[in-house]
Structures are given as C-alpha cells and as structure tokens.
C-alpha cells in the first residue's frame, strides 16, 4: 500500500525530537499489542479445552484447544516506529486463511476490525499530543 504524499510526511518524522518520537513509538506499540491482545481474546473466548474441546465453525476465530496457537500471538518491534502483531503458531496461517483441508476460521483480521475505530481514536490523541509538544 502506498502512503500519499510519503515523501512530506518522512520530511516532518525526520524533524520530530526526541520527546515527539518517544511519543510516536509508544502509540505504534500501543495500537500492536491492542491487536494482538483482541485476536488471543478471540481464540480463547469461551473455548473449551481437553475432551470436552469443540472446534469453531468455520469462519469463526477458532477455539483454543491446547493453547499454542493464543499463546504465540504477541507484538514484534522491528523498527523505533513499527511494530506487527504476529501469531506465529506453526498452523497460524493456516487456521487464518484456510488451507486445501481447512476453512478459514479467521482471528487477526476480526481483531483488527475490531480494535480499528478504539486505535483511531488513540492515534489521532497522542497525534495531538506530539503536534502540540512541538511545531510539525
């Protein structure tokens, strides 16, 4: 996906201080781990594990049977300001986006949907917070 006007908003990132950026990495970290708490959420929701276990239907988040699968979901930060929420369970993208023998029983993209209009307004907050700590 490309960023409108990239090239601006490098220039402005590049004269934020140090405060500014401190502030920036926060939210990016904020809005990962908020994800990635809603799709382990969703997982265990109600599950049931053991012989009592019942698998989700398809195109539900899928029920938490061992526990592997919620447990790997958790925030990678792999630049000062980029974060990713990842679940890298073996199956993970597997039980996400179905496969030749399994239909998609789907838990980041939910999560994401339904984290996105919360992390708006979290974003837009500390967006506020950082023009107002210094002139961008």
Request: proline letters at 7%; glycine letters at 6%.
């Amino acid at each position: 996906m490309a960023l409108k006007f990239a090239d601006r908003h490098l220039k402005r990132l590049r004269k934020m201080t140090t405060g500014m950026r401190k502030e920036a990495q926060k939210l990016v970290y904020t809005l990962a781990d908020m994800h990635a708490t809603e799709a382990a959420l969703s997982i265990t929701s109600g599950s049931v594990s053991g012989k009592n276990h019942k698998p989700s239907s398809p195109g539900q988040p899928p029920n938490a049977d061992t526990g592997q699968l919620d447990r790997s979901v958790h925030v990678e930060q792999v630049g000062p300001l980029q974060a990713n929420s990842v679940a890298d369970a073996p199956y993970a993208a597997a039980q996400e986006f179905g496969s030749s023998t399994l239909p998609e029983r789907p838990f980041m993209r939910p999560a994401a949907k339904k984290v996105r209009k919360q992390a708006d307004k979290l974003a837009k907050a500390a967006v506020d917070r950082i023009v107002k700590g210094g002139k961008l």
